[in-house]
């Protein structure tokens, strides 16, 4: 399969190159020499080339159990036989069948055709998931960059694993041992096997819909999820002041880690629990970002699809109001440096190549779990950097915050999906300045001793 791909690639020139030597032995054996002089050299190239293809497309149909009416090269007498591969004893098994069944089957009458090689094109999971992109394009809908991106890893590890190039080759059983394989590294939660594996899935799909596989992989693959496996607790007020006790907060120290992010490690976990953000929310912010509320002087952090950038769902559009502490710590000043350098984020790390939202969150909450463990003394079961979200929550409670104001601030639209997360309505308005009040009354003793280096912090 992997020489039909590289013959339908094939220019002239490669051919003759990489086949000319083998096609020189096969006519000295009947006596002749490969023309040399043009046109005849390059009518014979591309005859050559013709009937490489359509052989090998032959012998795919044969061994597939297809009745073939071409004679096996086995069975034609003539000096070129010894030249021939050895066949494998399936497929020579098929042509006996053929053989035999020919005999006892008048001779069909000899047609003339005039054949052309079939348009054959042997695609990818990457081929499929360039069409999907076609798709929601023709349908006007998004296409999430840290999606697209998740599913090329994925399949590229899918076919790293199964030494599967084609989806021609993909089966059940393929996506079964990958799926396994994933849950006995034991790195990964159920939901994340299960979505991985489900990118593979929908792919097989949407090839089996384009006519160019038989059939889809049915369902029935993925694994059910263990009760509260996709749950994350909160961080306790006790461990929120020992998580901002460190020298990364209190006296302007950095890692030089990549991952780290530079000054990312000072002020993610900062506004996840001071504003409820998530990573890639916060990730995203940019000089555009950080404004003032069109209907008051409030400054906000406008979570938004603008720009390109890409949010779960239409609720999480919305101003969420800075704290006081944050901004005497200097985080418009980090938006206005933004500007000026014309970078797309606040942050200087998402700003260098190669970089985007998926990676960076990933090595950020690779870097998040080792400081964690190390500033908590142990790894907090079930606690994560998404643990920030649920402390701001927690902290909303003790408020007795109104359930609108719950849903403003986080960007969710109804009670259950407070309690649950995701949606696709809007939540209902609420005025800014209520907001700003809440966000500005909720107790987190720690900010008083937090330092940046870039602004006088004294109370």
Known sequence: MALHKRLLASSMDSYAREQGARLNASL???GLMLPHADPYRSEFMAACLQADVEALEIMFRREGGERIDHAHPDSVEGPWRNLMPVITPP????????????????????????????????RSLSDCIDEWIKERLR?????????????????????????????????RRH??????????????????INKKVGYVTSLMSLAAGKGWVESAIEGGI????????????????????????SPVFTHNQRSASVKAGGELQFWLPLIACCHGMISSEILQLGPDTVVQHPEAEVWC??????????IKTYARERYVPIRQE??????LDLAERAGKQNWATLWEAMEQPGWTVSNMSNYFSAYWTTF?????????????????RHAFKDELDRQKAPLEIKQALMGHADSGTTGRYGTKSAPRPVNIQVLRSVIDAMDWKFLTEVRHKSRDTQR
């Open 222 to 245: 993925y694994i059910e999820i263990p009760n509260d496996e996709d749950k994350r607790d909160s961080y306790s007020s006790d461990e929120l002041t020992t998580l901002f006790a």
């Open 91 to 122: 497929l020579r098994q098929l042509q006996l069948a053929h053989d035999i069944g020919s005999k006892l089957e008048p001779e069909p009458a000899a047609v003339a055709v005039t054949s052309t090689p079939p348009e054959v094109q042997l």
């Open 28 to 30: 000295a054996s009947i």
């Open 301 to 310: 952090f406008r979570v938004t699809n603008a720009g390109g950038r890409m």
């Open 139 to 171: 349908l006007k809908k998004k296409v999430d960059s840290h999606l697209v991106n998740d599913m090329r890893a994925t399949t590229a590890w899918f076919g790293k694993f199964s030494k599967i190039t084609s989806i021609e080759e993909v089966r």
């Open 372 to 388: 964690s463990r190390k500033q908590l003394g142990a790894a907090p079961a079930k606690k994560s950097l998404y643990s920030f």
């Open 326 to 331: 944050l901004i005497r710590l200097g985080i």
């Open 175 to 192: 996506v079964i041992a990958f799926r396994d394989h994933l849950f006995d590294k034991g790195e990964y939660k159920t939901a994340t």
